[in-house]
């Protein structure tokens, strides 16, 4: 079991926060399949304290979800400390992380996201500003440096732990690597034998044996699956069982994955309304119909449709079609 502060977390697998990504439905959806933590998209610090109707949207936690964390992000101590306070007393997440990982221009250039991997005297004056503001636990999500002449995971991991902060989790690429070439599994083991608190390792990790190697290899305490969940909350099952049982699972039917993705277009619905979801589910539903045959055609229909029972329809024919194929071959 893995603890964060005086969160207890059932097992070893945790959802990475991504940014239009992670709001209440797809958290939801992925904890039913079995995440010990789910964490929230980040949200803006400057946006949480000017009360902007989007920002505060993204801070809906439905508690069925619980544990989860809620990421914040900013460049500036007075807005992030603010920002972390709302958070703290008025909503209902378990764990506040903040985001030093994103590398994306438009965050780093507010000095926010990756840009604090450069100096580990603002991390730990940061976190440290947070953890003195607020009662719930403070975590840091990072990548292991700027770029490979700027490699401060293990200074930065023990910034966080000498601020306060309760756990760290880490993404073995640099900023500068974006999301591409290989993750570096080796500085997420150097970092988990230079800190006490929890360590949680992410990065390629893409089926379950992948998770279970980069826990081996690491010593982590965690492993965080990111992508590889994207229209798939069957991979974070999987993993769970694989690594308290040693059983690997087969991959769901077709079926299964649209009865699924039906279940969260509904979840997305209640949440956003019926035209928004509709147009933001059209990429999770691609992601569930990864490696379903003739899903080519059918991504071209779903990128047209623009009410739920349009979208339900193209999917259910897809099923019927699958089904009626493998009819034809048994």
């Given at each position: 079991?893995?603890?964060i502060?005086?969160?207890?977390?059932?097992?070893?697998?945790?959802?990475?926060?991504?940014?239009?990504?992670?709001?209440?439905?797809?958290r939801?959806?992925?904890k039913?399949?079995?995440a010990?933590?789910?964490?929230?998209?980040?949200?803006?610090?400057?946006?949480?304290?000017?009360?902007?109707?989007?920002?505060?949207?993204?801070?809906?936690?439905?508690?069925?979800?619980?544990?989860?964390?809620?990421?914040?992000?900013?460049?500036?101590?007075?807005?992030?400390?603010?920002?972390?306070?709302?958070?703290?007393?008025?909503?209902?997440?378990?764990?506040?992380?903040?985001?030093m990982?994103?590398?994306?221009?438009?965050?780093?250039?507010?000095?926010?996201?990756?840009?604090?991997?450069?100096?580990?005297?603002?991390?730990?004056?940061?976190?440290s500003?947070?953890?003195?503001?607020?009662?719930?636990?403070?975590?840091?999500?990072?990548?292991?440096?700027?770029?490979?002449?700027?490699?401060?995971?293990?200074?930065?991991?023990?910034?966080?732990?000498?601020?306060?902060?309760?756990?760290?989790?880490?993404?073995?690429?640099?900023?500068?690597?974006?999301?591409?070439?290989?993750?570096?599994?080796?500085?997420?083991?150097?970092?988990?034998?230079?800190?006490?608190?929890?360590?949680?390792?992410?990065?390629?990790?893409?089926?379950?044996q992948?998770?279970?190697q980069?826990?081996?290899?690491?010593?982590?305490?965690?492993?965080?699956?990111?992508?590889?969940?994207?229209?798939?909350?069957?991979?974070?099952?999987?993993?769970?069982?694989?690594?308290?049982?040693?059983?690997?699972?087969?991959?769901?039917?077709?079926?299964?994955?649209?009865?699924?993705?039906?279940?969260?277009?509904?979840?997305?619905?209640?949440?956003?309304?019926?035209?928004?979801?509709?147009?933001?589910?059209?990429?999770?539903?691609?992601?569930?119909?990864?490696?379903?045959?003739?899903?080519?055609?059918?991504?071209?229909?779903?990128?047209?449709?623009?009410?739920?029972?349009?979208?339900?329809?193209?999917?259910?024919?897809?099923?019927?079609?699958?089904?009626?194929?493998?009819?034809?071959?048994g």
């Open positions: 079991m893995l603890k502060g005086d969160i207890k977390i059932n097992n070893q697998v945790v959802l990475a926060p991504m940014a239009g990504v992670c709001n209440a439905a797809f939801l959806t992925v039913e399949f079995g010990g933590l789910v964490c929230a998209e980040m949200v803006s610090d400057k946006g949480i304290i000017m009360k902007n109707e989007k920002t505060m949207n993204m801070l809906y936690i439905d508690e069925r979800e619980k544990p989860m964390s809620l990421q914040i992000f900013g460049g500036e101590r007075e807005t992030l400390v603010e920002a972390a306070r709302f958070v703290d007393k008025n909503s209902n997440a378990d764990i506040i992380d903040i985001n990982g994103c590398p994306v221009p438009k965050i780093t250039k507010c000095d926010a996201g990756a840009k604090w991997l450069l100096d580990p005297n603002k991390i730990y004056e940061m976190v500003a947070v953890v003195d503001a607020v009662d719930k636990p403070v975590t840091v999500k990072m990548r292991m440096g700027w770029d490979e002449d700027h490699i401060y995971a293990i200074e930065n991991a023990q910034a966080v732990e000498r601020a306060g902060g309760k756990a760290v989790a880490l993404h073995g690429r640099t900023r500068v690597q974006m999301y591409e070439g290989q993750a570096n599994w080796d500085i997420i083991r150097d970092v988990k034998q230079a800190v006490r608190i929890p360590v949680i390792g992410n990065g390629d990790v893409t089926t379950p992948e998770a279970k980069l826990l081996d290899h690491t010593g982590a305490d965690g492993v965080m699956i990111g992508r590889a969940a994207l229209g798939n909350p069957w991979m974070i099952y999987r993993t769970v069982h694989y690594l308290e049982t040693g059983e690997l699972i087969p991959e769901p039917e077709v079926r299964e994955k649209i009865e699924v993705c039906k279940l969260h277009l509904d979840r997305l619905i209640a949440l956003k309304g019926e035209r928004v979801a509709v147009r933001e589910m059209r990429k999770h539903a691609a992601w569930y119909l990864k490696g379903v045959r003739g899903n080519g055609t059918v991504r071209n229909q779903i990128n047209e449709t623009e009410t739920r029972d349009q979208l339900a329809g193209v999917l259910d024919q897809l099923v019927l079609d699958v089904e009626a194929k493998a009819a034809q071959v």
